[in-house]
Every structure is written in C-alpha cells, then in structure tokens.
C-alpha cells in the first residue's frame, strides 16, 4: 500500500519557468512532510520541509503549498535552473509503535531545459 | 554538515553468496537506517536502529540482516544474496528527537 503518492515519475520544464510537484497521502496522522532533492550518483538531501499545522513553506526559490483538509501537496520551483535537474522525492513521517520513519514516495524526476 | 559513508561504493555478487554492505557516520546520531532505492518504488526501508547494539525491522526486511556494532557503525547483510535483491542501498542517520535524515552517497549492488 503506497502511503505517500506522487502523481507523475517525470516533469520536464524550460529555464526560467515554474516547476509543480504534486504529493498526496493517505494517513491523516501524518503531520511533518520533507521533501529530498536527489542528483545522480549521489544521496537523497533534505531541500525543504512543511509541518502540518502550515499551509505554506517558502525558501528561495522553493515553496510547499499544504492543503490539510484535500491530503495533498506541492512543491513549486520557481524561475527553475538546469541545475534544477534533480529527482525529487515527496516523503512523510510515520509514527508507529516501535518508532517513527519517514514514508518516501516514488520520486519525480525534474528535467529542467535551457 | 552531518557526513555518512559508506563502502563498498560498487559491489558484484554471486547469488548464494554472503554480502556485507557497511556504513559510518560521524555526527554520534543516535538513528541510522537502511533504505533501498529501485525505479518505480522510490526509497523503502529495509532496517533501522535507535543506536548501539538496536536493530528494527523497516517495511521490507526481509533477505536481510542488520547490525549495529556502535554508535558510529551500521551493516546491512545479505546471507544468501539473491538477483532481486540487486539494487542500490542507502544508509542514513538522524539525531534522536530531530526529522532530518542525512544520506550517504549509496552502494550499488548487482547480483549475478
């Protein structure tokens, strides 16, 4: 059962527009939602993170809208760089009885073309 | 920054035979994890450990062991590796009490 869902495996966008990422869940317990930014050869790191007491996270260029009520989000990439070009990874923390983990969704890749 | 490594960075393996992928962090976190990544299912989590001398079981454990020798140290095994099992692996760490995961750069693992 796929907990955390993002809607598309790919996205591509051209320099200087606005990327969408979409995210949904299924467990309204959840309440701490990172996103990771992943290159190639290397390890997923955390790019921005949204409780869900907000309904806006902004950083930079980075801003996640959270919509408590629908159980979805999205991860907006504005003015998008070729440097941009990464795979994205939605995730959301699960507390449970023998500890707490993050659920991690398939991952968008971005492709950003100049 | 928090840094965590992890050797061998590239492995071949025989199906049968006995792997051993090993990771090392150096911020004294008190959580590492063990996730594998495969195109189509993202990250999953394979094992898990609250610190020296824990294990957990994550969603996917199993063919797999693990162990946690020391604050700094977590293994993941493989006792009789399989094809399916062929993938690339990924170790993590995070503070007790604290949401962020840092990842290492990850061991890719073919078994033929």
């Known amino acids: 059962q796929q907990q955390v869902r993002q809607s598309s495996q790919s996205l591509t966008v051209w320099e200087g527009e606005t990327a969408i990422l979409n995210c949904s869940y299924e467990?309204?317990?959840?309440?701490?939602f990172p996103w990771y930014q992943q290159f190639p050869g290397e390890g997923p790191a955390l790019l921005i993170a949204?409780?869900?007491?907000?309904d806006k996270k902004e950083d930079g260029r980075f801003t996640i809208f959270f919509n408590k009520r629908e159980k979805n989000l999205s991860l907006h990439i504005k003015d998008s760089q070729p440097g941009d070009s990464a795979t994205y990874f939605c995730?959301?923390?699960?507390?449970?009885?023998?500890?707490?983990?993050?659920?991690f969704g398939i991952g968008t890749l971005l492709s950003v073309k100049p | 920054e928090a840094a965590v490594t992890q050797s061998p960075r590239n492995k071949v393996a025989v199906t049968g035979g006995k792997v051993t992928l090993s990771c090392n962090q150096t911020?004294?976190?008190?959580?590492m994890y063990w996730y594998r990544q495969d195109t189509g299912h993202g990250l999953r989590l394979i094992h898990y450990?609250?610190?020296?001398?824990?294990?957990e079981k994550g969603d996917i454990p199993d063919g797999y062991k693990a162990s946690r020798p020391s604050q700094e140290n977590f293994s993941l095994i493989l006792e009789l590796a399989t094809p399916s099992q062929t993938s690339v692996y990924f170790c993590?760490?995070?503070?007790?009490?604290?949401?962020?995961?840092?990842f290492g750069p990850g061991t890719r693992l073919l078994v033929l």
């Open positions: 911020n004294n976190h008190n959580n």
């Open positions: 949204i409780r869900s007491v907000s």
């Open positions: 995730a959301a923390k699960f507390y449970g009885s023998s500890g707490n983990k993050l659920i």
């Open positions: 993590a760490s995070g503070g007790q009490g604290q949401d962020t995961q840092y």
């Open positions: 467990n309204s317990a959840f309440d701490y």
């Open positions: 450990s609250y610190g020296a001398g824990s294990t």
